[in-house]
């Protein structure tokens, strides 16, 4: 059985960071291209940010980009979100998400393009 589990969402000021972790079990993570997907409140759920599993495919939503950082512990199985000089506008529920392929797919924000997903980690940055 596959288990994602997201943690290290808060409450941060404006301009401050925040490290996401995803943890997962019951799959070969190397096999598997990751992404990081967030819903802001009344909005759709939207891609921030895929690697794949040699963290050479990397992509990033442009409102995110220069400021998040991808990475992932294949040994460890896990992937994490390091999220720098966040804006209240970044105030949303996280989700990590895996993909079937090794690469980041040609339609990596599309949700469903992945098969397994966590329960979301909550972000609240206060302006």
């Known amino acids: 059985q596959v288990q994602m589990v997201e943690s290290g969402g808060g409450f941060v000021q404006a301009g401050e960071s925040l490290t996401l972790s995803c943890t997962t079990s019951g799959l070969e993570f190397e096999n598997y291209a990751m992404t990081w997907f967030r819903r802001r409140p009344e909005k759709e759920r939207e891609g921030v940010s895929c690697i794949g599993r040699n963290s050479v495919s990397l992509y990033y939503a442009p409102v995110v980009k220069g400021r998040f950082t991808v990475s992932r512990d294949n040994a460890k199985g896990t992937v994490s979100l390091q999220m720098d000089s966040l804006k209240p506008e970044d105030t949303a529920m996280y989700y990590c998400?895996?993909?079937?392929?090794?690469?980041?797919?040609?339609?990596?924000?599309?949700?469903?393009?992945?098969?397994?997903w966590g329960q979301g980690t909550q972000v609240t940055v206060s302006s």
């Open positions: 998400a895996a993909a079937t392929t090794f690469s980041c797919p040609s339609t990596w924000s599309a949700t469903t393009s992945y098969p397994y």
